[in-house]
């Protein structure tokens, strides 16, 4: 992510000092790519948020899991499953989906 003040270094250099952009990615440690869209451009900030979270491996037994730990939840105390008697159960529950 670029700062406000590498943006404005990078225009000074390249505008004002007339710097070629190959010096100034040695100076700054900043790709040409990165410079190139600096000079080009008239944002002050460079952004990049992902407009959607890809799902984690544990997305098809998601719904399995949170059935569990919410059963596991409801359970009074010397009743619940710790995590090592929990781990067998995700497992089972992963192959069994797997298998079919």
């Keep these: 992510m670029l700062v406000v003040e590498t943006i404005a270094k990078i225009r000074r250099a390249f ?5 070629s952009i190959k010096a100034i990615c040695r100076e700054l440690r900043v790709s040409r790519k990165v410079v190139r869209k600096v000079i080009r451009s008239e944002a002050t900030e460079f952004r990049y ?3 959607a979270q890809p799902l984690p491996k544990i997305g098809p037994w998601r719904n399995k899991l949170d059935q ?3 059963a596991n939840e409801g359970k009074a105390s010397r009743e619940r499953l710790t995590l090592i008697r929990l781990l067998p159960l995700i497992i089972f529950v992963s192959r069994r ?3 079919g």
């Design 15 to 19: 505008f004002v000092q007339g710097k």
């Design 49 to 51: 948020e992902r407009e």
């Design 68 to 70: 569990l730990l919410l």
């Design 97 to 99: 989906r797997q298998c």
